[in-house]
């Protein structure tokens, strides 16, 4: 086991793993930004060192100034959280010829999981339905109005490095398709330094499921279970819950299957999510594989018992898996609602600033992953993400009304947050009875918000 941890990140998930270090008897190491100096997970860990300016990418993008704060403090391991460095290929080939392990898949699973469109084929053949796609690169407008006749419309434009929810454009005709591409591809070499596209076909009126795997070096995978992700806005997830109301016991078996012939195609290693998409009419698609830890890995841990975070630990330490899916006792319901520093009614605004009051929710039922702090001024520079708040019961229904009960005592003043919507989504009936899509939360979105189709 390790000795010594240096995490790569910040924020929640930054407190988060510091706990597990702690708990596991692992020293921390905490980099920070200089707009971090008064981050939470600075006065958690160990020790603590600069990394750089406010800008990520001169901090907790500096592949070279974290290996740097790595090797002076001694680290065994760096642990990336998600984000930032969690899935690129170059960092974790850094880590191994320096000698510290990347807490995380290979970069083998990296480089395939980073590639759209060499995933999408990988599983193909070895049988994990997949989304009718382009078979490669779609490098014109020709070509991909040609392709887009061959599968007819609607379809997406996707950026092949992408992930988050960038890069990706709706078209509902060729007229959509010819003034998409062109920004979809400028996007796509901004956010990603590729700006190579496919296309493929859109489902509608889909639930977004994902399911959590683990595996081992000798090869061995397991999945724990699924997430429901549908509660989304703009591709970026808002409400998770876990197990999923969408789903029969004979499609979560099935869905369960090719989760785990998915990561066995690339020979996986560590903790990732395979997810997909399931159709209105039980159908579902390959969508890709999550190389890192999940932002809402909590809900999963509450109804297996499993502690990800040391798992992932554990098994970059070289330890094995000894369990299996149907070795878990899971029971009972959690949801996670993803509290932001956005104000819902001005669409989505951010809203940072100082913290005057903070009244965080407890008693049964209730997790809260945060790194807020009365009095902790929150930064401008980076994601607008404050907390997880995350309820449980033994019943979806109990879930739902302990999530309210913990929104409405959960005050984080003068901040605006995303708190107000999700108390309208609780009580929505739809919600209540499981009844949703990936277009759920548009009706409680201002009517500009809906027209405004700018990526997060």
């Known amino acids: 086991m390790f000795k010594k941890i240096l995490i790569a990140n910040r924020g929640e998930i930054a407190v988060r793993i510091i706990r597990a270090c702690r708990e596991s008897g692992i020293k921390s190491v905490a980099v920070y930004s200089e707009a971090d100096e008064t981050s939470l997970h600075l006065k958690m860990a160990d020790e603590k060192v600069c990394i750089g300016p406010p800008v990520s990418a001169k901090s907790y993008l500096n592949m070279e100034s974290i ?45 395939l999981a980073g590639d759209k469109i060499a995933g999408k084929k990988i599983m193909e053949e070895a049988g994990v339905p997949v989304i009718p796609s382009s078979p490669g690169g779609v490098g ?7 392709f887009c006749n061959e ?44 700006d190579e596209l496919y296309i493929e076909k859109f489902i509608t009126q889909p639930r977004h499921i994902e399911f959590q795997i683990l595996a081992d070096k000798s090869g061995k995978v397991i999945h724990l279970g699924e997430r429901e992700c549908t509660i989304q806005r703009r591709y970026q997830k808002l ?31 560590n903790a990732g999510t395979v997810e997909f998409l399931l159709d209105k009419d039980g159908k579902f698609y390959f969508i890709e594989i999550n190389s890192r830890i999940q932002v809402e890995h909590p809900v999963t841990e509450l109804t297996t018992g499993i502690d990800l ?12 898996l000894d369990y299996s899916f149907d070795d878990l006792n899971i029971k009972g ?8 520093a956005e104000d819902p009614e001005k669409n989505f605004l951010p809203s940072p600033g100082t913290v005057e009051e903070y009244h965080p929710p407890g008693g049964f039922g209730v997790r809260l992953d945060t790194h807020l702090y009365q009095g902790y001024e929150l930064p401008i520079y980076y994601d607008s993400l404050i907390a997880k708040l995350i309820s449980y019961d033994t019943t979806r229904n109990g879930a739902i009304s302990v999530m309210k009960r913990a929104l ?49």
């Open 67 to 111: 290996i740097k704060a790595a090797k002076e403090t001694c680290a065994d391991a760096i642990h990336p959280g998600y984000g930032y460095l969690a899935e690129v290929e170059e960092f974790a080939k850094m880590c191994d010829e320096q000698g510290i392990v990347f807490i995380g898949p290979t970069p083998h699973n990296l480089s």
């Open 140 to 146: 014109s407008i020709d070509e991909a109005k040609s």
């Open 151 to 194: 599968i007819g419309y609607p379809v997406m434009i996707k950026a092949s490095g992408g992930g988050g929810g960038r890069g990706i454009r709706v078209c509902q005709n060729e007229e959509d398709l010819l003034e998409e591409f062109p920004v979809a591809k400028m996007e796509a070499r901004a956010a990603f330094g590729n």
């Open 239 to 269: 409400i998770e819950e876990a197990p999923s109301p969408g789903l029969t016991p004979a499609l979560r078996k099935a869905m369960g299957d090719a989760a785990i012939k998915a990561a066995e195609a690339i020979q996986y290693f």
């Open 309 to 320: 975070v040391k798992e992932q630990i554990r098994l970059s330490s070289g330890e094995t």
């Open 333 to 340: 319901w959690a949801i996670e609602c993803r509290i932001n």
């Open 408 to 456: 409405e005592e959960f005050r984080v003043y003068p901040l605006k947050t995303t708190i107000p919507l999700y108390l309208q989504v609780m009580d929505d009936p739809h919600f209540i009875e499981g009844k949703f899509d990936t277009s759920f939360i548009e009706k409680f979105l201002p009517e500009e918000d809906e027209d405004d189709d700018d990526d997060d």
